[in-house]
């Protein structure tokens, strides 16, 4: 699935009461991912806001399947399914070697800088798309 894979050792702060990464730490998680793979096709934060520019999450919605505990190294994969005019589509997922953890989908917006939407730039399109899951 994945066009990008990042991986990240959970840390002892990073747990709930019970021992498990809290639910929020999640969130970290993938939009570390997120902003790695963008890394990774030469799309920086700091690149695209010098553009003016910048790619906000507008919904994500995330399956929680097994807990990850302290120790754990975990693999977040990275994948766009789809890349429109202003919106882009992620599938990612979190794993503990080959156990699905976390899976995630969200839609993305490109804006301007005030956070009013704003057409992708079109060199942009093609680095997006790069990133793209295999099939798509």
Not at 54 to 59: F, G, K, S, Y
Not at 84 to 90: F, H, I, Q, Y
Not at 115 to 132: E, F, T
């Amino acid at each position: 699935m994945a066009a990008h894979h990042m991986q990240v050792r959970v840390r002892f702060g990073e747990l709930d009461p019970y021992g498990h990464v809290n639910h929020a730490v999640y969130l970290v998680f993938l939009e570390a991912g997120r902003v790695e793979a963008l890394e990774s096709v030469g799309m920086a934060l700091e690149r695209m806001a010098a553009e003016g520019w910048q790619v906000v999450v507008a919904d994500i919605l995330v399956r929680f399947r097994m807990p990850a505990v302290a120790g754990d190294v975990l693999t977040v994969e990275t994948a766009i399914s789809e890349v429109g005019a202003v919106t882009t589509r992620w599938k990612q997922r979190i794993l503990r070697g080959s156990q699905v953890l976390v899976e995630s989908e969200l839609r993305a917006g490109s804006t301007g800088v005030d956070g009013r939407p704003k057409r992708l730039p079109p060199d942009s399109v093609d680095h997006l798309r790069r990133l793209m899951a295999d099939g798509n």
